[in-house]
């Protein structure tokens, strides 16, 4: 299944330009398909930077509970005796 082209226009640095050709060049194929192949790349690598700042802060959020004690305590307090040589 073949998808759907468009022509389009865009303005390329000429060092990007010279990259692409010699990449397309070693790789037997047309700069076209390496610079579809290139963008989808790079879309989904956006994508996935985009889905990790999201989340990033939601991964503290999934350890929550999962530790128990038989009571209550100051986090704070234990940090601090940590640091100070009392535990």
Do not use: C, H, W, Y
């Not at 802060?57 to 100070?84: C, H, M, Q, W």
């Amino acid at each position: 299944m073949e998808t759907q082209k468009i022509k389009t226009t865009v303005n390329i640095e000429i060092g990007i330009l010279n990259e692409l050709k010699a990449i397309s060049n070693r790789k037997k194929t047309t700069q076209t398909e390496m610079i579809n192949k290139l963008l989808k790349k790079g879309l989904l690598l956006e994508k996935q930077a985009e889905k990790q700042k999201e989340t990033k802060g939601n991964n503290f959020l999934k350890l929550a509970g999962i530790v128990t004690a038989p009571k209550p305590f100051s986090a704070t307090d234990e940090v601090r005796k940590l640091r100070n040589g009392e535990l």
